[in-house]
């Protein structure tokens, strides 16, 4: 006995909760099945809405408004409107969107975004070293490429001058000096230094490795898809932004055909020629007229806008320390001599702006590469991912496709059976098994057409982690809406939406504007809201001088007929423009100038003796409506109001509707 009351007390007691649980939540309105709790209406609300400052009004203005909108969504399933092929691939196009958010790594995302928020403050001049080595070579390749990199390091490193070994030594091709087959030097190489950058100037694991080597140090290898590289920091700064100067500049000769001792003059020429400028400067002559003196007057030297990353290292660094309007020591450069003026400066700022710019440019760039890979483990490891390997020669199934492919995979004519015997399991994530036949058809579907032909080995290798990689997209993208609540709430807005619109403008707006016959009954019903003022009808007559503007009032008294006083007065050339015109008061200012709206009267005469115009009133119009091709705009919209008000009466009509108004006037408190 004892125990059957305490299960019947918990019996009621569990009642009693879910009761409780059900008030907390109570339905608000019902439109014929469908249910909507006080939760899910407040949400709604609440998300453009000021509960803090909404009146009991407001909210029952809002009531109507949402029941409209939930009878037109429910007509528009009941059309079976979401079935249309258009409106699936309008809302498929929004969801693409909208997952793109969920399908990375928002903790990495933040990561590099900070990461370049903060390199976007400073600005770095490196020079570097570059040993070539494709990004998937051959390990004994890639191997052979660091060692060589490290020998120079040492070089480095014992003493030797950073620009003179890499110009020896380094693969990057503006390094060396570029010489003529006869030996003459054609143009300066930049020896290694590629001058001053920023975030997002060069690729990302360059200025990685730029911006983590402290100045005036030589870094270990930095490994980019060029190969491997040494970097020796020369100068960081705070960032410079963008910039404006003009300059006084005395270029080195081009001509190919100097001899080195020529060239030495041609130089020494153009330093004399800087030094007595900057003279003339310290002497107080104006920039612009030292300028004329020594470039002349046509000489265009004022820059457009431009970043750190524009102009050679050397011309660049002097500016960092100039203030508008200030001017620089003479500056040299492989170009020539130079005098730098600061005409503006539009430094960094880091706001909301630019940090939607920097996640702009991260999707474009190599570092989003590191969310896609954290995303890739992470859904890999949600999924319990398995990789089969053969326990006996720990070789993956994906090493049979090293030597099962030929040409084929580079000029697009790879087909999936032309490796049908490979059948084994290549790994299985989120309970799915997926073989090398899925991966065969993942090739077929993708192929290397664009790529330069590199070892097979690497083209597979590269496939395959890109093929996992979108498995596990594939896997957490048909998750989203049971694993992100929020995301299945946007989508079914994007579906309300959609389906809502399309509704409407079958309904109301293009309806409106194709139904030519219930339009013109409607603005038969309505036209006298659209009248033409009063209106005065005239010949205007403007004449070339005074004496022509005598014989045209002379003839407007006898005649209003345009033909007669355009064929007396345009007899040997055009004196006069005769027009018949209508005019209400106020939309021709130049007309009400000349007639007085007070005094006209059928064939009075008003004349601008200053412009020789003349106007002879034939007609005093009444308002009258306006045809519908002049209000049609008008009109149309006045008929949509009446066309979706009609559709409103008759949503409630058919359908049954019940609202608890007082429940919801709840949230108010």
């Known amino acids: 006995m004892k125990y059957s009351k305490l299960v019947l007390l918990a019996l009621l007691l569990s009642v009693v909760v879910m009761a409780t649980a059900q008030n907390n939540d109570p339905v608000v309105i019902k439109i014929n099945k469908e249910e909507i709790k006080l939760s899910e209406f407040k949400n709604t609300f609440a998300k453009n809405n000021n509960l803090q400052t909404t009146t009991k009004a407001d909210l029952d203005n809002y009531i109507d408004l949402y029941v409209d909108f939930r009878l037109k969504y429910a007509e528009a399933l009941a059309l079976q409107l979401d079935t249309i092929t258009r409106l699936q691939n309008e809302l498929a196009g929004y969801r693409e969107q909208a997952a793109s958010q969920y399908l990375t790594d928002k903790e990495v995302d933040e990561k590099i975004i900070n990461e370049a928020c903060e390199r976007m403050k400073y600005d770095i001049r490196a020079c570097h070293i570059l040993k070539q080595v494709n990004r998937d070579a051959a390990p004994a390749d890639t191997l052979a490429a660091y060692n060589e990199i490290m020998k120079i390091r040492?070089?480095?490193l014992n003493g030797e001058d950073f620009a003179t070994v890499a110009k020896e030594t380094s693969d990057d091709p503006s390094a060396p000096d570029k010489k003529s087959a006869g030996g003459e030097l054609i143009q300066y190489g930049n020896h290694g230094d590629l001058g001053y950058f920023t975030v997002f100037d060069l690729v990302y694991s360059f200025e990685s490795?730029?911006?983590?080597?402290?100045?005036?140090?030589?870094?270990?290898?930095?490994?980019?898809?060029?190969?491997y590289h040494l970097i020796y920091v020369k100068d960081k700064k705070p960032a410079l932004g963008k910039c404006r100067v003009t300059q006084i500049m005395m270029p080195f000769s081009h001509n190919r055909n100097l001899t080195e001792s020529e060239r030495d003059l041609d130089a020494k020429k153009?330093?004399?020629?800087?030094?007595?400028?900057?003279?003339?400067?310290?002497?107080?002559?104006?920039?612009?007229?030292?300028?004329?003196?020594?470039?002349?007057?046509?000489?265009?030297?004022?820059?457009?806008?431009?970043?750190?990353?524009?102009?050679?290292?050397?011309?660049?660094?002097?500016?960092?320390?100039?203030?508008?309007?200030?001017?620089?020591?003479?500056?040299?450069?492989?170009?020539g001599w130079h005098i730098i003026k600061l005409l503006e400066t539009h430094p960094v700022v880091i706001d909301n702006n630019t940090k939607a710019s920097i996640k702009s440019k991260i999707m474009r760039d190599s570092r989003s590469n590191k969310s896609k890979e954290a995303f890739t483990e992470r859904v890999k490891k949600e999924n319990n991912f398995v990789e089969y390997v053969n326990?006996?020669?720990?070789?993956?199934?994906?090493?049979?496709?090293?030597?099962?492919?030929?040409?084929?995979?580079?000029?697009?004519?790879?087909?999936?059976?032309?490796?049908?015997?490979?059948?084994?399991?290549?790994?299985?994530?989120?309970?799915?098994?997926y073989t090398q036949q899925d991966f065969a058809n993942y090739l077929e579907l993708h192929p290397f057409t664009n790529?330069?032909?590199?070892?097979?080995?690497?083209?597979?290798?590269?496939?395959?982690?890109?093929?996992?990689?979108?498995?596990?997209?594939?896997?957490?993208?048909?998750?989203?809406e049971t694993k992100y609540p929020e995301f299945a709430a946007l989508m079914e807005e994007y579906k309300e939406g959609i389906l809502i619109y399309e509704l409407n403008d079958q309904k109301v707006w293009r309806k409106a504007e194709t139904d030519s016959v219930g339009l013109q009954n409607f603005y038969e019903t309505i036209k006298d809201k659209y009248k033409y003022p009063t209106r005065i009808?005239?010949?205007?007559?403007?004449?070339?001088?005074?004496?022509?503007?005598?014989?045209?009032?002379?003839?407007?008294?006898?005649?209003?007929?345009?033909?007669?006083?355009?064929?007396?007065?345009?007899?040997?050339?055009?004196?006069?423009?005769?027009?018949?015109?209508v005019y209400w008061k106020g939309q021709n200012k130049d007309f009400d100038k000349i007639c007085d709206w007070n005094t006209a009267g059928i064939n009075k005469i008003y004349a601008d003796k200053n412009e020789n115009v003349l106007v002879k009133i034939t007609g005093i119009l009444q308002p009258s409506p306006k045809p519908l091709k002049e209000v049609k705009g008008s009109i149309i919209s006045e008929y949509q109001n009446v066309l979706e008000q009609q559709w409103i009466e008759q949503l409630h009509k058919n359908n049954s509707i019940w609202v608890d108004k007082n429940t919801i006037y709840t949230i108010l408190k």
């Open 451 to 480: 790529l330069k032909q590199d070892e097979l080995v690497n083209i597979v290798n590269f496939a395959y982690k890109r093929y996992i990689e979108t498995i596990a997209t594939d896997l957490e993208n048909s998750k989203l």
């Open 391 to 433: 326990p006996k020669t720990k070789k993956s199934p994906v090493e049979d496709f090293y030597t099962a492919l030929d040409s084929n995979i580079f000029i697009g004519k790879f087909r999936a059976e032309m490796v049908s015997h490979l059948t084994k399991k290549m790994f299985s994530i989120g309970g799915k098994t």
């Open 270 to 335: 153009a330093e004399k020629a800087i030094k007595e400028a900057y003279q003339d400067l310290l002497n107080g002559m104006n920039f612009d007229s030292v300028k004329v003196k020594y470039m002349g007057e046509a000489a265009n030297a004022e820059l457009p806008l431009f970043g750190c990353n524009r102009f050679d290292g050397d011309f660049i660094q002097p500016i960092y320390s100039l203030k508008a309007g200030e001017y620089s020591q003479p500056v040299k450069t492989i170009y």
């Open 154 to 156: 040492k070089r480095i």
């Open 537 to 581: 009808q005239a010949v205007q007559v403007k004449c070339v001088d005074a004496a022509t503007a005598k014989k045209a009032e002379k003839l407007l008294n006898k005649t209003n007929n345009l033909d007669i006083i355009n064929a007396k007065l345009n007899k040997k050339s055009v004196t006069v423009v005769a027009d018949e015109v």
């Open 209 to 227: 490795g730029a911006y983590s080597t402290p100045v005036g140090t030589l870094s270990m290898p930095i490994r980019s898809e060029f190969g």
